[in-house]
């Protein structure tokens, strides 16, 4: 698939695999999400640009490789993208922060926006959308919309669970945003909830029904 990247490593699948399971408790769950969100961002970050620096080691000078380019902006899709924060935040620290308030309403499916905070400077900044569930995708291209409103420029988006209707749906839209993914499942059931997938994402992680 067209940008779309499936993150293989067998930490992602195996901790994927706790995740899915319905015995997992609340706390397991929101643990493996950290986990998984650590290892998300080390591949989504894979190819970001380096510049060469001069530094001085105990033992002499030397050119040594620094990330350039302006500090990230890391976009979580409350509630259940904050479950992914806090692991990419253990690897970029510095990255700046935009959140992003939408739920699906249950009947329509459709994403309503009930809180956006974004870095004024966005545009030249490398913007990371995370959310566990891409199902309908309409939450994704919702907050994705409302980046680019803001200015974002370049925009990648990461998850955890994806559905094929999701992806495609996301990808016309949105056909300049790449996708990672620890899985892409079957298909979306008639709620729009993605099976076999792991449920409500935002329910499991914060335990409430
Ligand atoms: C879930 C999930 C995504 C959205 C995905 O959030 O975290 O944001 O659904 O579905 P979609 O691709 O069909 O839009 P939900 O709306 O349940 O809100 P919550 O995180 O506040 O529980
Ligand atoms: N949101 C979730 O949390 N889970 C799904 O399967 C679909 C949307």
Same mark, same amino acid.
């Given at each position: 698939?067209?940008?779309?990247?499936?993150?293989?490593?067998?930490?992602?699948?195996?901790?994927?695999?706790?995740?899915?399971?319905? *015995?997992?408790?609340?706390?397991?769950?929101?643990?493996?999400?950290?986990?998984?969100?650590?290892? #998300?961002?080390?591949?989504?970050? &894979?190819?970001?640009?380096? *510049?060469?620096?001069?530094?001085?080691?105990?033992?002499?000078?030397?050119?040594? !490789?620094?990330?350039?380019?302006?500090?990230?902006?890391?976009?979580?899709?409350? &509630? @259940?993208?904050?479950?992914?924060?806090?692991?990419?935040?253990?690897?970029?620290?510095?990255?700046?922060?935009?959140?992003?308030?939408?739920?699906?309403?249950?009947?329509?499916?459709?994403?309503?926006?009930?809180?956006?905070?974004? !870095?004024?400077?966005?545009?030249?900044?490398?913007?990371?959308?995370?959310? !566990?569930?891409?199902?309908?995708?309409?939450?994704?291209? @919702?907050?994705?919309?409302?980046?680019?409103?803001?200015?974002?420029? *370049?925009? &990648?988006?990461?998850? #955890?669970?994806?559905?094929?209707?999701?992806?495609?749906?996301?990808?016309?839209?949105?056909?300049?945003?790449?996708?990672?993914?620890? @899985?892409?499942?079957?298909?979306?059931?008639?709620?729009?909830?993605?099976?076999?997938?792991?449920?409500? @994402?935002?329910?499991?992680?914060?335990?409430?029904?």
């Amino acid at each position: 698939m067209d940008n779309v990247t499936i993150v293989t490593h067998p930490l992602v699948q195996h901790k994927l695999t706790l995740m899915r399971d319905a *015995e997992r408790s609340t706390k397991g769950f929101r643990q493996l999400l950290n986990e998984i969100g650590m290892l #998300l961002c080390y591949e989504v970050t &894979r190819d970001l640009p380096v *510049e060469m620096v001069e530094i001085r080691t105990p033992l002499q000078a030397m050119m040594a !490789p620094r990330i350039s380019g302006k500090k990230l902006v890391f976009a979580p899709i409350l &509630r @259940a993208g904050v479950g992914f924060l806090d692991g990419m935040l253990d690897l970029v620290p510095s990255a700046r922060v935009a959140h992003i308030g939408l739920y699906r309403d249950p009947e329509t499916l459709k994403a309503v926006e009930y809180y956006f905070k974004a !870095p004024v400077d966005i545009d030249d900044r490398l913007t990371i959308v995370m959310d !566990p569930m891409l199902a309908t995708a309409n939450s994704a291209i @919702a907050a994705i919309d409302l980046l680019k409103k803001r200015g974002a420029r *370049e925009v &990648r988006f990461v998850c #955890l669970l994806a559905a094929p209707e999701g992806v495609a749906k996301l990808r016309g839209a949105h056909p300049d945003v790449s996708i990672w993914t620890a @899985a892409v499942d079957e298909r979306l059931n008639d709620h729009g909830y993605i099976v076999p997938g792991l449920g409500d @994402a935002g329910d499991r992680m914060f335990g409430t029904k």
